[in-house]
């Protein structure tokens, strides 16, 4: 492992937990010696994030598109910073820069983001690892509709466990280390297979 997505809310919150969660998550990746990519903001939980990996000492990447930068005003204390088209090519560049992703609270940019990277690990378009960061209970609804979606039979008990779950950034960090997705699974598998 060398460098982590963060996927997470250009607004603060509601609660002082949840940039608490930020900054610490982002404190924890610079001390492993790893690399921060996340979204180029300097403000909410983005910026919070950032900023507490570069007081650490720690590498940030940021990438933002060119109709982001007024609106999220990119930082530019950054170790790099890639100005990109489109948000599709910010989440292309994030996964290829990425050897796994943590999701913090956040809202539509955020759950897009987290999905997208668990569904090409579904599909196999990489094998990365894709943790949750639930900080003051904000993502058990979210948890709870994708147990509901297994017991439904819309979503395999295998492919929900690639998203791997703590309330501690360091123990969600040494879940996404011992956790690595396994190779994809031929579709014939995926749909006779039992759990």
Same mark, same amino acid.
């Given at each position: 492992?060398?460098?982590?997505?963060?996927?997470?809310?250009?607004?603060?919150?509601?609660?002082?937990?949840?940039?608490?969660?930020?900054?610490?998550?982002?404190?924890?990746?610079?001390?492993?010696?790893?690399?921060?990519?996340?979204?180029?903001?300097?403000?909410?939980?983005?910026?919070?994030?950032?900023?507490?990996?570069?007081?650490e000492?720690?590498?940030?990447?940021?990438?933002?598109?060119?109709?982001?930068?007024?609106?999220?005003?990119?930082?530019?204390?950054?170790?790099?910073?890639?100005?990109?088209?489109?948000?599709?090519?910010?989440?292309?560049?994030?996964?290829?820069?990425?050897?796994?992703?943590?999701?913090?609270?956040g809202?539509?940019?955020?759950?897009?983001?987290?999905?997208?990277?668990?569904?090409?690990?579904?599909?196999?378009? &990489?094998?990365?690892?894709? !943790?949750? /960061?639930n900080?003051?209970?904000?993502? *058990?609804? #979210?948890?709870? =509709? %994708?147990?509901h979606?297994?017991?439904?039979?819309?979503? &395999?008990?295998?492919?929900? !466990?690639? /998203?791997?779950?703590?309330?501690?950034? *360091?123990? #969600?960090?040494? =879940? %996404?280390?011992?956790?690595?997705?396994?190779?994809?699974?031929?579709?014939?598998?995926?749909?006779?297979?039992?759990d």
């Amino acid at each position: 492992m060398n460098s982590v997505g963060v996927f997470c809310g250009s607004n603060e919150g509601a609660r002082p937990e949840y940039r608490q969660a930020a900054t610490a998550l982002g404190a924890a990746i610079a001390r492993r010696g790893w690399k921060l990519v996340y979204g180029g903001a300097n403000v909410g939980l983005m910026g919070a994030v950032a900023d507490a990996a570069l007081a650490e000492g720690g590498r940030v990447t940021g990438i933002i598109p060119h109709s982001m930068v007024a609106k999220e005003i990119a930082h530019q204390g950054l170790t790099e910073l890639h100005t990109v088209n489109t948000l599709y090519e910010r989440k292309a560049m994030m996964a290829e820069l990425s050897d796994a992703f943590v999701s913090l609270p956040g809202g539509y940019g955020t759950l897009d983001e987290m999905f997208e990277m668990l569904t090409w690990s579904q599909i196999g378009t &990489h094998l990365k690892p894709s !943790g949750l /960061l639930n900080i003051a209970h904000y993502f *058990d609804p #979210l948890i709870a =509709l %994708l147990d509901h979606a297994v017991a439904e039979r819309f979503l &395999h008990a295998r492919h929900r !466990g690639m /998203l791997l779950t703590n309330d501690d950034p *360091d123990r #969600l960090l040494d =879940l %996404l280390t011992a956790n690595p997705v396994q190779p994809y699974d031929k579709w014939i598998d995926r749909h006779t297979a039992k759990d």
